[in-house]
Structure formats: structure tokens, C-alpha cells
């Protein structure tokens, strides 16, 4: 006997389960198979087109959160899909040292063990990073795993590679070379916890209750006082200046003028400047220049002296400045002192309750202090022009577009950018200062002695750069830049960036406008900004608050494929944010659980008729023996693989998601699988050559439909697909993975078929309907009677066989007369009657209506009055009015449909 069974290595050790699906063993079986296999490592044919993309490095201090997981699984459908295009592919993964994060973490050990990392010192304490790097750093990398992501595992990268640092170090030198790094002292914003400056992009702002505190400034010739309102009274001791607008009428003749700061014996001017705003608060400002960005500037303007009271660790300052009572204070504290001895010496008017939006560190959630601080800065001038232009002539392509305002706005009125950190982690800023002769030089490698003057006494830079400045070269610094790789030649500029939002201006401009300046092109072509998953309430997801829905959580109880499917159907283009429904999850749990039931019982058809017909046919059709719902379902399957393309191409995954839902559950598994059952010998043209080449069609859509599945779902399709007798479509290969997508064939289409068979499945449906309203028992088989005109009557006699043995029913054409309690409903030129009075019992259907009617109206009253209420409407919450509304017109439903059964029924 010939075995038609022939399966590769991979299938030959395991046969599909009788069971339920069993997620956990089956993710746990290919994840293992693909990495061992190594089917996710670069390879690079030649004549192939490239696809390529950076994986945003997640931090070495992180663990996959829920928009790790949306990211991750909607670049791996793209990704899976290409390879099985033919693309040559890239997925280049990688992780972010993360500056503040990591040294955060050691040191938060250290301090347990009763140590800083002052008392180890630097190299020490580096060497600790290290070691905790090297036991933790990868634990989200292995997380992704659980997920099925494709990345190209032999590149993982890091941003303190060897290579990396070179990268960075190249950039920096050039651009110090050229002027647009420079030292500068200005007001940051600084972390009086992690001890560093942070960039704008870095601070949170948080809206906190405090005060607004009207002082009174006395004037120093006794002519009276000017009032200045503020809501930080503790840094008045820097005050060098109050500030009126020049064009406020009342204070026209206080410019000028000098007061005597409440609390100390020193005077400061009165002065004009425009920034002030007559409405705001009195429309008198003190001028604070060492601890406010605004004041900063005026204080550049008028040339005033810019004294600091508040060191780097968030206290008062124990210098001449700060009187003796408020030196070594820390700053909230002396903040209630001062407002104290204000009021009791009689210079505090009021204390007024104020909202204000206070910044906080985004890492550690202290107060930022602003403070003036010697720092580098990258000249962002030159460097923005050719970044806008980019996005502005369509090179780069934000999608959804309404991203593009949100770049467009941030280049337009970008500062020059604070690079430098007070950390010991991360990439030290690679400059050195010669004692000897002064001279400041950037070098790519340490030097041995001074460009100029020779000496060997070289002191490097105690700073680091801003994590962000490293990661920002991340598309091209992996691939090897500045050397000349077949990485680089091949795949950069990569295809796309897939992110979230609220790094479009932290990192996704900044790799812009690197990769403009180092490479001269673009780093990708199209920007992907996927929307945020918030709370079931529309709440930000947040580990501190617990409100945090953990992934890995997720695809332990619903399993990863139903977890992608998931995180697809999500996609782009809806709205920013999205609620995460955990019932979506159940929903696609059942899905995957349906095409496995489907799967066993298509292969258990397909082996059983392998006796008559050898694998190697099993893709050999007969269009002239094709049935009426073989040809629908392959018009209709070739149509899908048609929508699919434009959904790929166009980035639609919710169109992705839902069109093969629809047709896998719908199409396939409700409609042909169970049409595949019916004996042909019953229809009117039934015979052996139409049953096998239904068992071939059966064959052909449903190998084709995990191909086409396999991007979004890889695991329970691979595990299917290895269970199929090999074929032409389906070729000896180690994985789906490896076979060719599915592509749409034009000669199965037929618009003929789709509308005879959508037609009858709307005839039977119609059937269905009328049964489960009345609830006539399924096991019934009832009478239909039908009335149509010539061509329908033809197709449904026809096809009589399709519709009595799917809905059991007795089909028979209507006479002159029109029975007595009939069901009735219209379909297309069709009507269909369905007597009613042999089936149930139509008084005792009759009160069970009726009875259903009456709750359900005293429901309807309630939720009348409810909503007739002026108070819950005007003080509701809007979704809790809306909800009830639904509610409203839900129970109105109701009540019309059960009006209409009982008036058959009478």
C-alpha cells in the first residue's frame, strides 16, 4: 500500500491532539523549535527586497508591559508576513542601558546592604552595574519570547556594545567639531534625587494643590510698597529683581525704584519687561534668575546677577545669601518657615488655595528643582531644518497622519538640547580638559597626551550623555555605521518605525535628525504610531497604581495566539487610546479553540480519504466538478487573500483581523465545513467525483487559510500546518514560517456563485431565525413553504439538499392558499412561510411571551424614570447617562420584537 501520509521531521514527531487546544505545550514546543532552528537569524539572498526595522530597545531595568506587547506583535505580523513574501529581513532587537533607570535600581541595592556608591567610587560602583546587567538585563528579551517574536536573536544589541560606543563617541567628536556641541550655563531642570538635569521631554507635569502667596515688597523710600504674587516664597532669598510690565499705568512710576526684600536687609531694583503679564496675579513678578527658566532670560536681558540658594540635593544653601534660620533647610520645609515668619512680621497679604502644575521627575517622581547649571548642549538650529523638510516632502510618513502636527509643532519650536547627565552610568562624555594649557578637546578614543601642548595631564568629563542621545543613533549605530556593512547597504534606510506617541518627540525626532546629519538619509520611510491601551474605565495603565494588566498574564490564561489576534485587531487607525475589554480575549480564545476543532476534523477527512486519493492531488481541482459551495468558497477565499494584500500594504490590521475572523469562523467553519458533511449522493446532481473534489477544496482553503492566519497566530497554525500531507502549497519545509503566502488566484472567482450561495445561506438563516424565535426545538423537522419567482424557485430546488439537511426542514412550494399561523419572512423575491401550529404549543408560547413582556416593560419604566431625571442627568457621569440610554432603547427593542412574535402567534 503507498503511505500518503509523508510529513517532514517536524510533524513526524507528533500527531494533532484529540483534546482540547493546549496553548502552554504547543507555544512552548515551536518557540523552542524556531530558536533552536534558528529560522529568526539573518539570512540575505541577493535578488531579494528588504524589509527592515529597529525594535524601540526596551530598558535593562524593565519587564513587558502592555505596550510592549501591542508594539511587539504588530511589527511581528508585518515581519512573519514578509518573510513569507520572499523578503530578505531584518528585525534588528536590542536594549537600552538606561541611565537614571539602572543606576537607580544598583543603588537602591547598595543602600540595603548599608553602602552608596560614593563609597565604592566610580569604577566600583560600574562594575556593579554590570553585574546586575549581566544577571537581569535580558529578562524582557526572554519575555518577548512568550509572545512569538521574530526578532533576528544572533544581533541582539545593547547600547554599551564596544561597537555602539564607538558609534556614539564618532558622533559626538564630529559634532563638537563643528561647534554644535557646546558648554552653557542655564536653568535645567534638575532631579534632586537621582542628582542629575533632565530635558524637558523627561519631566512629568502633575496638577497639585498649593497656594498662591500674595507678598508685600516694601519700597526702601518709605513711599509705600509693590505686591509680587508666588507659589515657591522659599526661593525669594535669589531674588535679584521684581518685574512690571513697561505699558501697566500703575506701576509707571515704580520702575526704577528700589524694595527691601522681606526677611534680609538687601535691595533690589523695580524694572520693565515685557514678559510679564499685567493679569496675572498682581502683575509685580520676582525675578528668581538661578531657579526659573523665565527669569532666566530676563535676568540675561537686564544683566542681573544669578545667585542660587538651593543646592543640588534640594536644601537651602548655607551661605551669606540665606539668612541663618533657613541654611541647610530642606526646601518644603523652609518653604512653610518662611511663609510663617512672613505672616508673623507682617509682610504675608494672603494665602490663596491654587492648582498648579508642578513637574516631576519621570523616573523617580520627585519635585524637579529648576537650578542654574553649567551643562553640554546640542545646537538644535541646524539640525531641525533638514528634519521638518524630511516629514514635510512625504520622505518620512507618519501614520496615522494627525502624528505629523504633533513633529511638525515640537521641530518648529525646538531648544537647543541638554545632552549631559550627573550619573555614573551610561556613555561618559568622551571630552578632555589639559590642566597644563586649558585646552578643551573631544576625542573618539582617550587620548595619551594634550593636542596641544603635549602634556599627559588630561582630565576627562565627570558627565555622561542623555540616554536618549545613544538611542537615538540605534537604526544605524546597529548595523554597524560608520563602518560599511552589507547590513547597512541592505536594509537603511529601514522600512518602518512602529512606537507609541509619547516618544515621538523624546526619541523618534531624534533619530531623525541623527540620521540626517551622520548618514545623510532618512532612517525609515513610514512611522507606525499605535495607540495606547488604557484601563476597562479609560484610566492610564500604571504599576504603581495597580491598575496595570500584565501581558504575560494574558497569554498564560488566554494563550498567545489569542493575544495577538487581540493586540491586531487593536491596530492603527482607530483612536489614540483604547480600553482593554478582557471579553475581546475570551472571544478569541473560542476562535482559536474553533479553527483547531476545524483542523481536526479537516485532517482527520483529509487522511481518511488519502486511500483514494494520493496527497499529490490533493491540489489538483476540476472546475467542472466543483460543487456550488466549492466554488463560493474559493471565489470568496481568493477574494479575502485580494483584501488581505491591501491590508498589509496599507497598514490596516484591524481590516487584517477582522476579515479573516470573519471568513475563518463564518465562511469556512459555520458554512463549508458543515456543507463538506452533507452525503453528495442526496443532491440532485450528487456523485464520488464531487465528494473528493470537495475533500481537495477543503484541503486547498484550509492549508492556504493558516498561511494566510500564520502572521497573526503562529502558533496554533504551525502545529496545524504540520499535521497536512505535503503537497505542491504545501512543501516539505521545516515551518509555515518558511512556505510562500498565500496569493489570490483571479480564475476562482465567481460572482455567480457568490450570489446563488449568498442567496441560500440567507434562505437558511431566514429558517434559523424563525425557529429560534419560536423556539422550535432543533431536533424538529418542520414544514417550509416557499413562494418565488421562477429563477429562485429553480435554485432552491436545486439545492434542496443544502437547506434541509442544514436547518432540518420539509421543503415544498406554495399552493393557492396561505396556511394559518405562519412565521413569514422575505428574502430577495423569495417568501417563506413556516406554519406554526403543529410545531409548538401556541397558547402556552403565547403566556410565555406575554409574561416576558410584562417584566420586560416594568424594566422599560424604570429605566424611563430614571432617565426623565433632571438630577441623575446633570449629575452623572456622561458614559453612566449614556449607558442608561442604551439600556433605554435595548429594552424598547425588546418589547417591539415580542409585539411582533405575539401578533403572529394571535
Request: include cysteine; hydrophobic fraction near 35%; charge should be neutral.
Given at each position: ?6 510529513t ?17 505545550e ?18 540575505i ?6 524589509f527592515?526595522a529597529?525594535?524601540p530597545?526596551?530598558?535593562i ?14 511589527q511581528?505580523?508585518?515581519f ?9 529581513v ?7 542601558h ?24 566610580r ?11 549581566n544577571?537581569y ?25 564596544e ?51 500674595k507678598?508685600r ?24 529683581a521684581?518685574?512690571?510690565?513697561p505699558?501697566?499705568l ?9 524694595v ?6 538687601r ?8 514678559y ?26 537686564h ?14 544653601v548655607t ?19 518662611v ?10 497679604i494672603?494665602s ?14 520627585t ?12 545646537s ?10 524630511a516629514v ?8 496615522p497622519?494627525?502624528?505629523t502636527?504633533?513633529?511638525i509643532?515640537?521641530?518648529n519650536?525646538?531648544r ?6 550627573q ?7 568622551p ?5 597644563k594649557?586649558n ?11 594634550c ?30 555605521w ?13 522600512t ?7 516618544i ?6 531624534r533619530?531623525i535628525f ?12 513610514d512611522?507606525?504610531?499605535?495607540p495606547?491601551i ?25 494563550g498567545?495566539?489569542a493575544?495577538?489576534l ?18 475581546k ?16 476534523f479537516v ?7 488519502l ?6 492531488e ?7 466538478t466543483l460543487s ?14 485580494d ?6 500594504k496599507?497598514?490596516d ?6 476579515e ?6 463564518d465562511?469556512?467553519?459555520d458554512?463549508?465545513?458543515?456543507i463538506?458533511k ?10 464520488n467525483s464531487t ?6 477544496v477543503?484541503y486547498?482553503?484550509?492549508e492556504?487559510?493558516?498561511?494566510a492566519l ?13 499535521q497536512?500531507?505535503?503537497?505542491n ?6 515551518s509555515v514560517?518558511?512556505?510562500?503566502y498565500p496569493k489570490?488566484?483571479s ?11 449568498g442567496?441560500?445561506?440567507r434562505?437558511?438563516r ?7 424565535t419560536f423556539?422550535v426545538?432543533?431536533s424538529?423537522?418542520?414544514d ?5 419567482n ?6 432552491i430546488k436545486h439545492?434542496t ?9 420539509k ?19 423569495t ?10 404549543d ?27 431625571s ?5 449629575k452623572?457621569?456622561p ?13 424598547e427593542t425588546?418589547?417591539d ?6 401578533k403572529?402567534?394571535?
Amino acid at each position: 500500500m503507498t503511505d500518503h501520509t509523508s510529513t517532514n521531521s517536524t510533524n513526524s514527531k507528533s500527531t494533532i491532539s484529540a483534546g482540547p487546544y493546549s496553548a502552554k505545550e504547543v507555544e512552548a514546543k515551536w518557540t523552542s523549535f524556531w530558536l533552536e532552528n534558528k529560522l529568526f537569524n539573518l539570512k540575505i539572498k541577493n535578488d531579494a527586497p528588504a524589509f527592515s526595522a529597529a525594535l524601540p530597545p526596551p530598558n535593562i531595568t524593565g519587564n513587558l508591559h502592555m505596550g510592549h506587547a501591542l508594539n511587539g506583535t504588530l511589527q511581528d505580523v508585518l515581519f512573519r508576513y514578509k518573510r513569507m513574501r520572499g523578503f530578505n529581513v531584518l528585525w534588528q532587537p536590542g536594549t537600552d542601558h538606561a541611565g537614571i533607570s539602572t543606576q537607580m535600581v544598583v543603588e537602591r541595592e547598595l543602600k540595603k546592604q548599608g553602602i552608596s556608591r560614593h563609597d565604592l567610587g566610580r569604577n566600583a560602583f560600574i562594575e556593579k552595574v554590570w553585574e546586575w546587567r549581566n544577571q537581569y538585563g535580558n529578562a524582557i528579551l526572554n519575555q518577548y519570547k512568550r509572545l512569538g517574536v521574530s526578532f533576528a536573536w544572533d544581533r541582539v544589541a545593547f547600547t554599551l556594545d564596544e561597537s555602539y560606543v564607538r558609534a556614539i563617541y564618532k558622533v559626538f567628536v564630529d559634532l563638537f567639531n563643528e561647534g554644535l556641541i557646546y558648554r552653557g550655563r542655564r536653568v535645567v531642570n534638575w532631579c534632586p534625587r537621582c542628582l542629575t538635569s533632565l530635558s524637558d521631554l523627561e519631566v512629568l507635569h502633575e496638577e497639585k494643590s498649593g497656594f498662591l502667596h500674595k507678598i508685600r515688597y516694601p519700597l526702601i523710600d518709605g513711599s509705600g510698597a509693590i505686591h509680587i504674587a508666588t507659589t515657591r516664597p522659599e526661593t525669594m532669598f535669589a531674588d535679584v529683581a521684581v518685574a512690571v510690565n513697561p505699558e501697566d499705568l500703575r506701576y509707571k512710576n515704580y520702575v526704577g525704584k528700589k524694595v527691601r526684600l522681606p526677611l534680609t536687609n538687601r535691595e533690589i531694583p523695580i524694572i520693565a519687561d515685557s514678559y510679564v503679564e499685567k493679569e496675572f496675579g498682581t502683575g509685580a513678578l520676582k525675578i528668581t534668575p538661578g531657579h526659573d527658566t523665565n527669569d532666566f532670560e530676563v535676568g540675561q536681558r537686564h544683566k542681573l546677577e544669578m545667585p542660587m540658594i538651593i543646592d543640588e540635593k534640594g536644601k537651602l544653601v548655607t551661605e551669606e545669601l540665606v539668612p541663618k534660620p533657613y541654611q541647610g533647610m530642606e526646601r518644603f520645609a523652609a518653604r512653610q518657615k518662611v511663609v510663617e515668619d512672613l505672616t508673623e512680621q507682617g509682610f504675608l497679604i494672603e494665602s490663596k488655595k491654587h492648582d498648579n502644575a508642578v513637574g516631576l521627575c519621570d523616573r523617580c517622581s520627585t519635585v524637579i528643582e529648576p537650578r542654574l547649571s553649567d551643562q553640554w548642549y546640542l545646537s538644535m538650529k541646524e539640525l531641525a531644518k533638514p528634519a521638518i523638510a524630511a516629514v514635510e516632502n512625504k520622505e518620512i510618513r507618519f501614520i496615522p497622519d494627525r502624528y505629523t502636527s504633533t513633529y511638525i509643532d515640537w521641530m518648529n519650536n525646538i531648544r537647543d538640547w541638554c545632552i549631559s547627565r550627573q550619573l555614573w552610568w551610561g556613555h561618559r562624555i568622551p571630552v578632555w580638559t589639559c590642566t597644563k594649557c586649558n585646552t578643551i578637546a573631544a576625542y573618539e578614543q582617550p587620548p595619551a597626551t594634550c593636542s596641544k601642548c603635549k602634556t599627559t595631564e588630561l582630565v576627562q568629563d565627570e558627565d555622561v550623555l542623555d540616554t536618549w542621545f545613544s538611542s537615538g543613533l540605534f537604526p544605524f549605530a546597529t548595523l554597524g555605521w560608520p563602518n560599511k556593512t552589507i547590513e547597512m547597504d541592505t536594509f537603511y534606510p529601514t522600512t518602518i518605525l512602529v512606537t507609541a506617541r509619547d516618544i515621538i518627540n523624546l526619541w523618534v525626532s531624534r533619530m531623525i535628525f541623527f540620521s540626517l546629519k551622520c548618514v545623510h538619509k532618512i532612517p525609515f520611510k513610514d512611522i507606525l504610531i499605535h495607540p495606547v491601551i488604557q484601563t476597562a474605565d479609560g484610566k492610564r495603565m500604571s504599576k504603581s497604581k495597580g491598575n496595570a494588566v500584565d501581558p504575560l498574564d494574558m497569554i498564560e490564561k488566554y494563550g498567545a495566539d489569542a493575544t495577538r489576534l487581540c493586540f491586531t485587531s487593536i491596530g492603527l487607525k482607530g483612536d489614540q487610546d483604547v480600553r482593554f475589554r478582557e471579553d475581546k480575549l475570551e472571544e478569541y480564545k473560542r476562535f482559536v479553540n474553533k479553527l483547531w476543532n476545524a483542523g481536526k476534523f479537516v485532517i482527520s477527512k483529509i487522511n481518511a480519504g488519502l486511500e483514494q486519493t494520493p496527497a499529490a492531488e490533493l491540489v489538483q481541482l476540476e472546475p467542472e466538478t466543483l460543487s456550488l459551495a466549492d466554488r463560493w468558497i474559493l471565489s470568496s477565499y481568493n477574494k479575502l487573500l485580494d483584501k488581505l494584500q491591501a491590508a498589509y500594504k496599507n497598514y490596516d490590521y484591524q481590516i487584517l483581523a477582522n476579515e479573516l475572523y470573519q471568513f475563518t469562523w463564518d465562511y469556512f467553519c459555520d458554512w463549508y465545513l458543515e456543507i463538506s458533511k452533507i452525503d453528495p449522493n442526496t443532491s440532485n446532481n450528487g456523485n464520488n467525483s464531487t465528494k473528493l473534489q470537495t475533500e481537495k477544496v477543503l484541503y486547498t482553503i484550509f492549508e492556504g487559510l493558516l498561511r494566510a492566519l500564520h502572521p497573526i497566530m503562529p502558533f496554533v497554525t504551525e502545529e496545524l500546518w504540520n499535521q497536512l500531507p505535503i503537497t505542491n502549497s504545501r512543501p516539505n519545509t521545516t515551518s509555515v514560517l518558511t512556505a510562500e503566502y498565500p496569493k489570490a488566484n483571479s480564475q476562482y472567482i465567481d460572482e455567480s456563485a457568490e450570489k446563488e450561495m449568498g442567496f441560500l445561506m440567507r434562505l437558511i438563516r431566514s429558517i434559523r431565525n424563525i425557529r429560534q424565535t419560536f423556539n422550535v426545538p432543533h431536533s424538529s423537522v418542520i414544514d417550509v413553504i416557499f413562494e418565488a419567482n421562477s429563477q429562485q424557485a429553480d435554485l432552491i430546488k436545486h439545492y434542496t439538499h443544502y437547506i434541509e439537511q442544514l436547518t432540518p426542514v420539509k421543503l415544498s412550494a406554495k399552493s393557492n392558499t396561505t396556511p394559518e399561523r405562519c412565521a413569514t419572512d422575505k428574502i430577495d423575491n423569495t417568501t417563506i412561510y413556516v406554519p406554526l401550529a403543529n410545531v409548538i404549543d401556541i397558547q402556552k408560547t403565547k403566556d410565555k411571551l406575554m409574561q416576558r413582556k410584562q417584566s420586560i416593560e416594568k424594566e422599560w419604566q424604570k429605566t424611563k424614570q430614571i432617565m426623565e431625571s433632571n438630577e441623575f442627568k446633570s449629575k452623572a457621569p456622561p458614559e453612566k447617562v449614556e449607558a442608561v440610554q442604551n439600556q433605554l432603547a435595548s429594552t424598547e427593542t425588546q418589547i417591539d420584537h415580542l409585539e411582533a412574535q405575539l401578533k403572529v402567534l394571535n
